[in-house]
């Protein structure tokens, strides 16, 4: 089953932050949520229950699923010194 991708409006921010060389494989993570949303390597966040968390590089990538709806909804991706906060 693929997932639809929807991004919230602070995201676009954060990706216009992130230096071009990292860019492209963010955005291959992020299109690959949609055809696996739990891929390896993935962590469920704590105290959520449908927030989860990939890393590429220096940088994670929160995202929600919502399995009925087939809905991965991309929250942020920032430098994961950044990113909890």
Partial sequence: MNYVLRYEKRVLKDLDRIPQKDLARI???IRS?????HPAGVKK???EEHLYRVRQGDYRIVYAVD?????????GVRHRRDVYR
Avoid: C, N, R, W
Wanted: proline share 5%; charged share 15%.
């Fill in 33 to 37: 949520l949609a055809l696996q949303p």
């Fill in 45 to 47: 966040l704590v105290g």
């Fill in 27 to 29: 955005d291959k993570t």
């Fill in 67 to 75: 399995h009925k709806a087939g809905v991965v909804s991309i929250l």
